[in-house]
C-alpha cells in the first residue's frame, strides 16, 4: 500500500534509493562513460557542468550560434537556456532527443510583469516539454537552485540540495547520483505532476532576489 503510494508520488517504477558514499566514489571513478549536452554557455550551464565533471561525466556545451546545427552527443541532455528558447531546441533536435533523458531547468517567468509564469496554470515548462517530446524521459532539475549555490555547493553553511522530478524512477536515479559524485546532495523530489510545485519554488526564490530580500548567493536550503 505504502509503495503504491510512493510509486504513484515519485514515477512509475520502484523508488530507487540514494548511493552509499563507496559507492558514490566507485560511480564517479566509472563515469566517464556518460556524456552530458548542455544548451547553454551561460551562468547555470558552467555551473551545472562543473559538477558534473566534478563527478567523473564528461560534459560538452551547444552555444545559441551553433544550436541548430549541432550534433548531440549526450545520452543526457540539458536545457540550460531561457524557457523561450527551448521550442527552438525542439525544433531542431526532436528526433535526436528520442530515447534520451532531456533535463529542463527553466524557471518560466513573465519577464514583462515578473509577476506570474508563462505556463498554463496548474501545468509547469516540464510538463510542456514533455507533452512535446514524448519519446524522450524528462525531468525537471537545479531550477531552485541560484547558480552561485550549484558552484559553491553552499548555501550558508548546509550543503546545496539539487530537486529532481519527473516520472521516469531510473532516469531521476542516474542524475541523482551524478550530482551526488560532484559533491552536491540531490533528491527525488516526485513526478512530473510535482515540477508545478518546484516552478512554484523557483519563482518565489526569484522574487525574493529580485526584490533583494536575499542574496543571489542564498535561497532555499533543505535540512533532513
Ligand atoms: N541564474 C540562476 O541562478 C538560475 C537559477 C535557476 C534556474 N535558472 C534558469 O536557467 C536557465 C539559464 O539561466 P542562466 O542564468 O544560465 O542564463 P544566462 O547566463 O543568460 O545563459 C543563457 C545561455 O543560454 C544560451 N542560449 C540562448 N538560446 C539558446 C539556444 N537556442 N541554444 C543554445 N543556447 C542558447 C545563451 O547563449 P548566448 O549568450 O549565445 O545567447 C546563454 O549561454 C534559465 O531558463 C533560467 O530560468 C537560472
Redesign the pocket.
Same mark, same amino acid.
Given at each position: 500500500m505504502i509503495k503504491e503510494l510512493l510509486n504513484k508520488l515519485f514515477g512509475n517504477k520502484d523508488v530507487s534509493p540514494a548511493m552509499t558514499q563507496t559507492e558514490t566514489a566507485t560511480h564517479k571513478e566509472n563515469n566517464t562513460m556518460t556524456t552530458y549536452t548542455i /544548451? !547553454?554557455? !551561460?551562468?547555470?550551464?558552467t555551473a551545472i557542468a562543473g559538477i558534473l565533471t566534478k563527478g567523473g561525466a564528461t560534459v560538452e556545451h551547444? !552555444?545559441?550560434?551553433d544550436?541548430a546545427s549541432a550534433k548531440i552527443n549526450g545520452s543526457v541532455v540539458i536545457l540550460?537556456?531561457?524557457?523561450p528558447?527551448v521550442d527552438?531546441?525542439i525544433a531542431a533536435h526532436k528526433d535526436e532527443l528520442a530515447g534520451k533523458t532531456v533535463i529542463d531547468?527553466?524557471?518560466p517567468l513573465n519577464f514583462e510583469t515578473f509577476d506570474s509564469l508563462v505556463v498554463p496554470v496548474g501545468s509547469s515548462a516540464t510538463a510542456e516539454i514533455q507533452a512535446k517530446l514524448p519519446q524522450s524521459r524528462v525531468l525537471k532539475a537545479?531550477?531552485t537552485? /541560484?547558480?552561485a549555490t550549484l558552484s559553491t555547493g553552499k548555501i550558508g553553511d548546509i550543503t546545496t540540495t539539487v530537486l529532481v522530478a519527473g516520472d521516469d524512477a531510473d532516469a531521476k536515479h542516474a542524475l541523482i547520483t551524478d550530482v551526488n559524485a560532484g559533491g552536491l546532495d540531490a533528491l527525488d523530489a516526485g513526478s512530473l505532476k510535482r515540477v508545478h510545485e518546484l516552478e512554484a519554488v !523557483?519563482f518565489l526564490q526569484l522574487t525574493l532576489a529580485g526584490s533583494e530580500k536575499i542574496s543571489w548567493t542564498g535561497g532555499f536550503g533543505l535540512v533532513k
Open positions: /544548451f !547553454g554557455r !551561460g551562468n547555470m550551464a551547444i !552555444g545559441s550560434a544550436s540550460a537556456v531561457p524557457y528558447a527552438s531546441i531547468i527553466t524557471n537545479f531550477n537552485n /541560484f547558480a !523557483g
